[in-house]
């Protein structure tokens, strides 16, 4: 279910930016109307909701934060222009508009969050805790800077997404599921084929003799594209984040043995102890028993004299902790007071007065510090450095704003620095290997073929944290490659492609002939191929020996019809016949049934919520200054 418009935006977004961009704005419109929210007009106000404006600059914030929020799940920056194109600043401010008009109608309905519910909000988050778990008022105020904000701001951002959160909720939390929807979700979603299926690789298609020259120039002049030099570039790196100052930074023995002193506990294994316990009527009776156990009878002898066998009277290993969140509290706390052997004088118990016998005890178990020196050295390392990830931040910056290069900047910040020296878009050099050194948590190549040389460029945000750099020094144009550079290549990619229409015309005779009547069993043994089999496919599975695309074709195929489709490798081909179709009934109790309503419900939410929003807009008077989006977001000169 939707929980907030903030989450519902969200997809939206990330619809838009996988390139869905019509469909994504004809949710936009079906919400405001094209014609209802957004509106000509010469205003410095970007939207109008209820009583409240969005500047051109706030707008200009927001949309600026947003987009290098989107960047950082990409994996790269989203430039203006590219944004503007894909319809990315209608459907942010569209999202503003939606939270501006839930913050007005949450105030007009009178609805609020506390500020002990705010704080007791923002104190659960993870990211604000500290390693013990609890939260750092330090780690939150550094976070919070790394990310922009002010601690008000923030504060202040997730009241109102709370309220939000509640005002959205109140609208699709009872969502009820019409049978007929969840019937033919049922039926789309669970349906199972079975096929029989054969595998045409390059042994079907024969021998493939070398090209006659003529043949191949004739193919690589119409290739040329193919064949190719790539562009290559040489990319300078720079990387800041806590871990990365880590490796350079030096962790005295003495003070990492200092730490082991003070965080023991984490490397302590708690000690238990093998308690037994038998529980007598009366205190007078249990008292009677500790007597003969003083003078020599042993605790097994006195359990079976009452009818009671090891397993009876065994409470298994205790821990301390263990022993706190025990039912038998009292019998627990005198066990950790006893020694190995010791029984205790009666205790008060639940049905009556116990005692207690410690059968064995394990100690306490600590990991040496040589154990853990390394791990501890890396630990307070990254603690050490987090606070110098912001110094050396606004160092490396102050540096390149003062005219000099990126390599000049990181060295007089103390970082280091990582040259790429030729690598095409692909991540490979000239001789095809790939290159080492190149970030793999975040898209450093993409704004890196945007960009001019020897420019500055905006820091990086892998979703680890940190900033890295780039700055390109210098570009080797792309440039065609002659026939004899690339001539093994030429040949090789021929002869797949003389493999590919073989194995293709193969494919399609297999299929006709299963057509009239044949069956895979001789098809089989005339081309010594193996029959395959592939049971109860749903139109989600991926199953060992058959591509996505030959299951997708397998959902388009009647019931014993025959098909073919290309195979997992280029000079493969794949050539079935859908032997079964099954649809299971819906059943709502079950795992996949439920899963099925989940779906269902979710999509119905987000209608209602449309809906709602929708309405409030409406009431609000909600609307958008076109010309005022177009100059923020690049499609227009501000006058």
């Known amino acids: 279910m939707l929980r907030g418009i903030r989450t519902a935006s969200s997809g939206w977004l990330g619809k838009l930016v996988m390139g869905v961009v019509v469909g994504v704005l004809a949710i936009s419109f079906a919400i405001w109307g094209i014609g209802d929210i957004f509106r000509g007009g010469g205003r410095s106000a970007v939207a109008s909701v209820g009583g409240t404006e969005i500047s051109s600059e706030q707008f200009r914030q927001l949309y600026t934060e947003r987009l290098q929020q989107i960047g950082q799940q990409m994996g790269r920056p989203i430039p203006f222009n590219q944004a503007r194109d894909l319809g990315i600043d209608r459907q942010i401010l569209g999202q503003i508009v939606s939270e501006t008009a839930l913050d007005e109608w949450a105030k007009r309905i009178g609805l609020g969050i506390t500020d002990a519910e705010v704080a007791r909000l923002i104190r659960s988050f993870p990211a604000f805790q500290g390693p013990d778990g609890q939260f750092d008022n330090q780690i939150f105020l550094q976070r919070l800077r790394s990310a922009g904000y002010t601690e008000a701001r923030f504060v202040t951002e997730?009241?109102?997404?709370?309220?939000?959160?509640?005002?959205?909720?109140?609208?699709?939390?009872?969502?009820?599921?019409?049978?007929?929807?969840?019937?033919?979700m049922n039926a789309y979603q669970n349906e199972q084929r079975s096929l029989e299926y054969v595998t045409l690789t390059a042994a079907q298609a024969g021998e493939i003799a070398d090209p006659t020259p003529e043949q191949l120039t004739t193919y690589f002049d119409s290739r040329k594209q193919l064949f190719r030099a790539p562009e290559y570039r040489r990319i300078v790196i720079v990387r800041l984040s806590p871990e990365e100052l880590a490796k350079w930074t030096t962790i005295a023995d003495e003070d990492a043995r200092k730490a082991y002193d003070e965080r023991r506990a984490r490397f302590t294994q708690a000690g238990q102890r093998q308690v037994q316990q038998i529980v007598f009527p009366s205190e007078e009776e249990a008292r009677a028993a500790k007597k003969r156990l003083d003078e020599g009878l042993s605790f097994a002898d006195l359990a079976k004299e009452r009818g009671l066998s090891e397993t009876d009277i065994d409470l298994g290993m205790i821990s301390r902790e263990t022993a706190q969140g025990s039912r038998f509290t009292k019998a627990m706390e005198e066990a950790f007071k006893l020694p190995e052997g010791g029984v205790s004088n009666p205790v008060q118990a639940r049905l009556g007065y116990a005692l207690v016998r410690v059968a064995k005890i394990e100690p306490d178990s600590v990991r040496p510090y040589e154990q853990v020196a390394d791990e501890l050295k890396q630990e307070l390392a990254r603690e050490r450095t987090r606070n110098e990830v912001t110094t050396k931040h606004d160092k490396l910056e102050d540096e390149r704003a003062g005219g000099a290069n990126l390599t000049e900047s990181a060295q007089r910040a103390g970082l280091q620095v990582t040259m790429l020296d030729g690598v095409d878009r692909s991540g490979r050099d000239a001789t095809g290997a790939l290159v080492t050194g190149i970030p793999q948590d975040v898209d450093i190549l993409t704004p890196a073929f945007a960009a001019q040389p020897n420019t500055e460029t905006e820091a990086l945000r892998p979703q680890a944290g940190g900033y890295?750099?780039?700055?390109?020094?210098?570009?080797?144009?792309?440039?065609?490659?002659?026939?004899?550079?690339?001539?093994?290549?030429?040949?090789?990619?021929?002869?797949?492609?003389?493999?590919?229409?073989?194995?293709?015309?193969?494919?399609?005779?297999?299929?006709?002939?299963?057509?009239?009547?044949?069956?895979?069993?001789?098809?089989?043994?005339?081309?010594?191929?193996?029959?395959?089999?592939?049971?109860?496919?749903?139109?989600?599975?991926?199953?060992?020996?058959?591509?996505?695309?030959?299951?997708?074709?397998?959902?388009?195929?009647?019931?014993?019809?025959?098909?073919?489709?290309?195979?997992?490798?280029?000079?493969?081909?794949?050539?079935?016949?859908?032997?079964?179709?099954?649809?299971?009934?819906?059943?709502?109790?079950?795992?996949?049934?439920?899963?099925?309503?989940?779906?269902?419900?979710?999509?119905?939410?987000?209608?209602?919520?449309?809906?709602?929003?929708?309405?409030?807009?409406?009431?609000?008077?909600?609307?958008?200054?076109?010309?005022?989006?177009?100059?923020?977001?690049?499609?227009?000169?501000?006058?």
């Open 468 to 639: 890295v750099w780039f700055e390109v020094t210098e570009i080797t144009p792309s440039k065609e490659r002659t026939l004899d550079e690339v001539k093994d290549r030429v040949v090789a990619r021929w002869k797949d492609d003389q493999i590919g229409e073989r194995l293709r015309a193969k494919a399609n005779e297999m299929v006709e002939k299963l057509k009239a009547n044949g069956t895979f069993a001789e098809l089989a043994a005339a081309d010594k191929l193996n029959v395959a089999t592939a049971a109860d496919l749903r139109r989600s599975a991926r199953p060992e020996g058959l591509p996505p695309g030959a299951v997708i074709t397998a959902f388009q195929t009647p019931k014993g019809a025959a098909a073919s489709t290309q195979g997992q490798l280029p000079a493969e081909r794949i050539v079935f016949k859908v032997t079964d179709i099954k649809t299971p009934p819906f059943d709502a109790n079950s795992d996949q049934g439920k899963q099925v309503e989940n779906l269902i419900r979710t999509s119905i939410t987000e209608d209602l919520l449309r809906q709602y929003i929708a309405y409030i807009e409406k009431e609000l008077k909600a609307t958008v200054n076109v010309e005022a989006l177009r100059r923020v977001s690049g499609g227009g000169v501000e006058q």
């Open 158 to 184: 997730q009241r109102k997404l709370m309220i939000r959160q509640h005002l959205t909720e109140s609208v699709g939390g009872t969502t009820i599921v019409p049978k007929t929807y969840a019937d033919v």
